[in-house]
């Protein structure tokens, strides 16, 4: 099923992918359906975060590590937890990697942007009023990379892999890691304010009014 490793890590048959596809798939739409004590109405804003980031993906496909997945799995993890926030990151590659290429690294992509999201589900980038804080979100830049960047990593390794090469590898990706900060902080600074609104749309109006009354996303 599995041949030898390569510059993305194991080969894998078109038909196990398809398998694991579909089981992705199947955990991502139980992930939206399964129900949550927070009753927010998540669903559309969701949906269109979902395309949002899988066109912008696509596009800036051509710019090695620069991409908007990141930060907006942070802001879908702190805005509507970590269970939608895996979802997000399970569709997310399922969908830009139909373009780009699936392999058995898209497992490692997933589980990096899921483990993104689950993380700011716990160091929120909004305030205790459910503002954003675009100095959280900053910080966000930082601490999401080397998180999403070691666990894709893994995707290299196998049997015949030393951990000193390992290493050796993951110090070569270091610049690529340093482009994926810049490209962070980037789409944090120049969209996360209307990143922020388009996943309040179908909040009350009243309550994006307050928002924007307080500075949303202001220093």
Do not use: C
Request: avoid cysteine; charged fraction near 10%.
């Amino acid at each position: 099923m599995l041949s030898a490793i390569g510059t993305h890590g194991p080969t894998v048959s078109p038909i196990v992918m398809g398998l694991l596809n579909t089981v992705f798939l199947a955990v991502a739409v139980w992930l939206l359906v399964k129900p949550q004590k927070n009753s927010e109405t998540w669903f559309l804003p969701l949906l269109l975060f979902v395309g949002l980031a899988t066109l912008s993906r696509i596009a800036l496909s051509f710019i090695p590590n620069v991409m908007p997945v990141t930060i907006m799995a942070v802001m879908v993890g702190s805005k509507f937890g970590a269970q939608r926030g895996v979802s997000f990151a399970i569709l997310v590659t399922l969908a830009s990697n139909a373009v780009l290429g699936h392999g058995w690294w898209s497992l490692f992509q997933m589980i990096g942007w899921g483990s993104v999201a689950a993380v700011a589900s716990l160091m929120s980038v909004h305030d205790s009023s459910g503002n954003l804080s675009m100095n959280r979100l900053l910080f966000s830049s930082l601490w999401s990379v080397p998180i999403f960047s070691i666990i894709v990593s893994f995707s290299i390794l196998d049997s015949s892999m030393s951990m000193i090469e390992f290493g050796l590898y993951v110090a070569n990706g270091l610049l690529y890691d340093v482009l994926h900060f810049l490209g962070n902080v980037f789409f944090a600074m120049w969209f996360g304010q209307w990143f922020e609104r388009l996943l309040s749309m179908n909040e009350p109006h009243n309550r994006l009014v307050q928002q924007e009354d307080e500075h949303v996303s202001t220093f």
